[in-house]
């Protein structure tokens, strides 16, 4: 099969620069962004580990996330604890659920970007 991964995520904004900053300053996320043990950073991709990605269009009427909205990120995370600790430190609202979380599954964290878009952050169970 030819698809090797997902190449790239490409959406609209109002405000791309500020947009491309928080993400960059919040969630190491973006152009000139690379996780831990990846190499060097490049100034147009991020560079992440490899891992795991869930691909699933939702039902047009799902509550898993707003209804106005036609998609929600969803991050792969190594210590969702001092994430959280992290983006409350900046202000941003994190949303947690005990239900969320499963031994097989992982834990889960919920929070919204400056423009309304769901961000699930997932860390996935030890191996």
Request: glycine share 8%; aromatic share 12%; charged share 20%.
């Amino acid at each position: 099969m030819p698809v090797l991964g997902m190449g790239g995520f490409f959406f609209r904004a109002n405000d791309p620069d500020a947009l491309n900053a928080w993400y960059r300053d919040n969630l190491n996320v973006g152009a000139g962004c690379a996780a831990d043990d990846t190499g060097p950073v490049d100034q147009w991709s991020w560079t992440v580990q490899g891992g795991s990605m869930v691909f699933a269009p939702f039902k047009a009427d799902t509550d898993y996330f707003a209804a106005d909205k036609q998609f929600m990120l969803n991050f792969r995370v190594s210590d969702l604890d001092s994430l959280i600790a992290k983006l409350d430190a900046n202000g941003i609202e994190v949303i947690t659920k005990p239900e969320w979380n499963d031994p097989t599954t992982g834990q889960f964290a919920r929070i919204h970007d400056p423009e309304g878009n769901a961000i699930e952050l997932w860390q996935p169970p030890a191996a």
